[in-house]
C-alpha cells in the first residue's frame, strides 16, 4: 500500500503541486516572520549594545508618573550640584552631565523632517565621546550646530549652509559648524536625525532649564563593577533618583524593542493563521475531488483485499507527503522572505542600521513543519474516512459519486455558527481576543458548512447573468453541479472577503462617527493642532500664543488645554488643563452629571462620567492626584461631565498645575468665530501668529474631521495588503478546483468539442464556471463580513463609535476584484481544456 501510494502522489505531479502551493504559502508567512524578528531582535541588541558601550552607571531623575513618551526626560532634570554629587562617589572616574530632548529638524521646503520611527533628538556636544567630526568643526557659539551625516543627507545640508530647529521653543536658525558620524563608518546609530549644540543653548532649548541635566553618565575608575558603582551612587543620591548600569540599560531598551516586535510578530503569525485556515479549504476540497476520481482505483483497491486502515492510511500518506515538501519549500521560501524584509527594514534609516546575521530559529523550523503537516494531515482526514469508505463493487461501475443529503451539514452548520457568534459576542463585550478568535475561526467554519445548501440556488442565479450563450449556460450548470464542491471552493475566498469587509465596515463607522461628532456638536470653526509623529509631542505652543488667537478680530471665543498623563488614586488617567472651562463647554455642548460646570479653583478637578465611574467617583469625593512634575496632593471632585462623544476618560486640572506636567503648552486649542465672519479670512488671518512653528496647523472643523480620518484609510490599507495573501490563497484554490474539474470531466470535454464546440467556447464555459464562484464566493463574504462590522461596532460604542457606515463603494470594488478573480483565476485551467486532444478525451477513463 505505501508502494502504491508514492507511486499514485509522483504519478499526478501537477495534482501534487496544486495541492502544497497553499500551505508553502501559509508556511512562508510562518517561517518568515520568526525569521524577521528575530533578525531585528539581534540587530537591535547589538545596537543598544553599541549605544551604552561608553556608559558604566548612568542617574536620572525616578520618574513619579510612567507615561511612556519621549518627553519623560522632562519629568525631571538634574542640577550641578547632583553633577558634583555623583562625582565625588568612591570609584567614578568620570561623570559628565547629559543634555538630550526632541529636536526636530525644518527640511528646504519649510516641512518638519520625519524618520521612518527613529527619534529626532537634540544634544549637548561633547568632545570625547563615540561621535567622529567627518566635517569642519564642534559647534562654539550660541548660533551654530554640529549634525549627524544622516541628518546632513536626509535634509542636503553641508558646513557652513543655514538650519531650521524647532524644540521647546520656536523655529531658530542655526548655522552647521559640523557634520559627525559614528564608529564603523554609521551615518547614524539606526535611522536617528540629530542636532548637537552647544551646552548651554541645549539646556534652554531641550530642557527649559539655564545649567540642567537629563541624566549623567558615569564612568568607573578600573576594578570597579558597573553593579558595585550603581549601588553607591544609589546610597550617595537616595531613591529620589534612578540609577542603573550601562548593561540594565541596553537590556531594558532592547527589551521594549522586543515587545513591540513580538507584537508584530504575533500580527504577522495571525495573518499566517489566516492564510493556513483558507488554505485548508483548498487542501480538503482538493483531496475531496482526488478520491471522487479514484473512487475506481480505490474500489478495486478494496476488492484486491485493502482494508479501511489501510485505505485511510493511504491518503494520509500522500497528505504527509504533500505536507513535507510543502513545509520544505515554505521555509526556505520564508527564509527568503524574511532576510528581505530584515534588509529593506534597515534601509529605512539610510542603511545605518547595521543588521545581525541572518539565522534560522528553531521556533522557524519546528513551526514551519508542524503547521505544514498537521494542516495538511487534518484537511485529508474526512475525504480520507470518505476513502475508507468505497465499496469494492464500485470496481464495477462508473466511478461516480452521488450527490448525498446535506441534512447532516446543515446541522453542524447551524450548530457551529451559534457557539461561533456567541463566542464572538462575549468576546465583543469582554473585549477577550482569544474569545473573538475562537469565535471567528468556528463561525468560517459554521457558514461554510451552511454554504452548500444555499449554493445551488444562489450559483444558479448568479450564473443566469452570465449565461446569454450555450457555453454560458453550461458553465452555470457545472458551477451548480456539485454544491460541495463549489461551496468550499467558494467559502476559501470568503475568509478572506468577509474579514477584509468587516474591517472596512468597523473603520468606516468609525470616519461616520467623528464626522458626525465634528458636524454635531462641537461648535468650534476652527481648530489649531500639532502633529503627532514617532511618539513625540510636537506642534504644541506657549499659552501666550492663545491669548493672541482670543485677540484676533472676529474671534468670539476659544479654548486650549495642555494635557498629561497624570495618577488618580494610583491609576493612570488622561489628564487636562483647559484654559476656560466656560467656553469648553458651550463649544463642546457639555451637561454637567454632578456640580456646576465651572472654573476650576486651587484644589478641585473635574471628570468626565467614564473617569468617575471607573473610580466610583463623584461631585464631592476626593481623591490623591500625581503629576509628573509636583507632588502629591488631595483633590476635591467639584463637578462631573454628563456621558459625552467629545470628551472621554479625561481628569480637568486647575490651571495652577501648568508647570507640573511634563511640557507646559497647549497642544489643541478651539476656535469660534463671530457671527457673519468668514471662517477662511479668520483662518488667514490666525495662520501668522503660528509661522515660527510648522508644525502647527489652523483647520476648519471639515478639514480636521478628514485628517483625523485619513489615518484609518491607511490602517485600511495595511490590512488590505495583509489580506492580499488570502485572497491570493483562494485564487489557488479557485485554480485547483477547476483544473482538477477539468481532468474530472475529460470524457466530457471530449464529448464536447467532438458535437461541434470550439475551443474558444470552451474556455468560455470554464471562465464562467470560475466567475460563477468566485462571485459567490465574495457575495458570502460580503454578507459574514459586514454581519461582523456591525456587530463589532455595536461593542465599540463607549469607545466612541457610535454611528454605523457601510462602505458600499468598497463592497462593490470587492465584488469587482472578485470577478476579476474570477476571470483570472480560469485562464490556465481553460487554456487545458481548450487544448485536450478529442479523440484521446472520448476514450478517456
Known sequence: MLKATLKSVLARKLRLVLSGLAVVLGVMFVSGSFVLTDTLDRSFKDLFATVYSEVDVQVAVRAKVDAGDPEAALAGTLTADDLKAVESVDGVRTAVGDVI????????????????????????????????????????????????????????????????????????????????????????????????????????????????????????????????????????????????????????????????????????????????????????????????????????????????????????????????????????????????????????????????????PTSAIVSSFAVGIVVTVLAALLPAVRASRIPPVAALREAATPDRPLTRLTVAGAALSLVGGGALGLGFVDGTLWLIMSGLLVSFVGVALLTPLISRPVVSLIGKLLAWSVPGTLGRRNSARNPRRTAITAAALMVGIALITGVSVVLTSATTSITKVADTQIKA??????????????????????????????????????????????????????????????????????????????????????????????????????????????????????????????????????????????????????????????????????????????????????????????????????????????????????????????????????IGMRRAQVMRMITVESVVISVFGALLGLVVGTALGVAAVQALEDVGITDLGIPWAQLGSYLLVAAGVGVVAAILPAIRAARLNVLQAVSYE
Open 101 to 360: 530632548g526632541s529636536a526636530r529638524p525644518i527640511g528646504e521646503n519649510g516641512k518638519v523632517l520625519t524618520t521612518s520611527g527613529a527619534p529626532r533628538l537634540g544634544t549637548a556636544w561633547r568632545d570625547g565621546g563615540q561621535e567622529e567630526l567627518r566635517e569642519g568643526r564642534a559647534p562654539q557659539r550660541d548660533d551654530e550646530v554640529a549634525i549627524s551625516a544622516y541628518l546632513a543627507e536626509t535634509g542636503g545640508f553641508t558646513v557652513g549652509e543655514q538650519v531650521s530647529v524647532l524644540t521647546l521653543e520656536p523655529k531658530r536658525t542655526f548655522t552647521v559648524a559640523g557634520i559627525f558620524g559614528y564608529p564603523g563608518d554609521r551615518d547614524s546609530l539606526g535611522g536617528e536625525l540629530t542636532t548637537a549644540f552647544t551646552e548651554p543653548v541645549a539646556q534652554q532649548l531641550l530642557l527649559g532649564t539655564p545649567g540642567a541635566y537629563s541624566g549623567v553618565t558615569v564612568r568607573a575608575d578600573d576594578g570597579v563593577t558597573q553593579a558595585v558603582l550603581r549601588d553607591r551612587v544609589q546610597a550617595a543620591l537616595g531613591d529620589e533618583y534612578q540609577v542603573k548600569t550601562g548593561e540594565q540599560l541596553a537590556k531594558e531598551s532592547a527589551d521594549e524593542i522586543g515587545e513591540g516586535l513580538a507584537f508584530f510578530n504575533y500580527v504577522l503569525l495571525g495573518f499566517a493563521g489566516i492564510a493556513l485556515f483558507v488554505g485548508i479549504f483548498i487542501i480538503l476540497n482538493t483531496f475531496s475531488i482526488i478520491v471522487a476520481q479514484r473512487t475506481r482505483e480505490l474500489a478495486l483497491l478494496r476488492a484486491m483485499g485493502a482494508g479501511r486502515k489501510q485505505m485511510i492510511a493511504s491518503v494520509v500518506v500522500e497528505a504527509v507527503v504533500i505536507g513535507v515538501i510543502a513545509s520544505v519549500v515554505g521555509l526556505g521560501a520564508g527564509i527568503g522572505v524574511g532576510a528581505l524584509l530584515a534588509t529593506l527594514f534597515s534601509t529605512f534609516g539610510g542603511g545605518s542600521m547595521q543588521l545581525a546575521g541572518i539565522a534560522v
Open 525 to 754: 470653526d476652527l481648530i489649531i493642532s500639532g502633529e503627532s509623529t514617532n511618539g513625540e509631542s510636537s506642534g504644541a505652543f506657549a499659552g501666550d500664543r492663545m491669548d493672541r488667537v482670543l485677540a484676533t478680530p472676529g474671534v468670539e471665543s476659544g479654548f486650549g488645554w495642555y494635557n498629561d498623563a497624570v495618577l488618580l488614586d494610583g491609576q493612570q488617567k488622561f489628564g487636562v488643563v483647559v484654559t476656560d472651562v466656560p467656553a469648553m463647554e458651550r463649544i463642546f455642548g457639555l451637561d454637567a452629571a454632578g456640580g456646576t460646570i465651572a472654573p476650576l479653583r486651587e484644589g478641585e478637578i473635574g471628570l468626565d462620567q467614564v473617569a468617575a465611574t471607573a473610580l466610583n467617583l463623584r461631585q464631592g469625593s476626593s481623591v490623591v492626584v500625581q503629576t509628573t512634575k509636583g507632588e502629591q496632593r488631595t483633590y476635591t471632585v467639584a463637578f462631573v461631565l454628563a456621558k459625552s462623544r467629545v470628551v472621554n476618560d479625561a481628569v480637568f486640572l486647575p490651571r495652577s498645575v501648568v508647570d507640573e506636567l511634563a511640557l507646559a503648552k497647549i497642544s489643541s486649542a478651539f476656535v469660534k468665530a463671530d457671527a457673519g465672519v468668514d471662517v477662511g479670512s479668520l483662518r488667514r488671518s490666525i495662520e501668522p501668529l503660528f509661522a515660527d512653528n510648522p508644525e502647527v496647523s489652523v483647520q476648519d472643523l471639515s478639514s480636521y474631521a478628514r485628517q483625523q480620518a485619513a489615518q484609518l484609510d491607511t490602517v485600511l490599507l495595511m490590512i488590505q495588503i495583509l489580506l492580499a495573501l488570502a485572497i491570493l490563497i483562494a485564487v489557488l484554490g479557485v485554480i485547483n478546483t477547476l483544473a482538477l474539474s477539468v481532468i474530472e470531466r475529460t470524457r466530457e470535454l471530449g464529448l464536447l468539442r467532438a
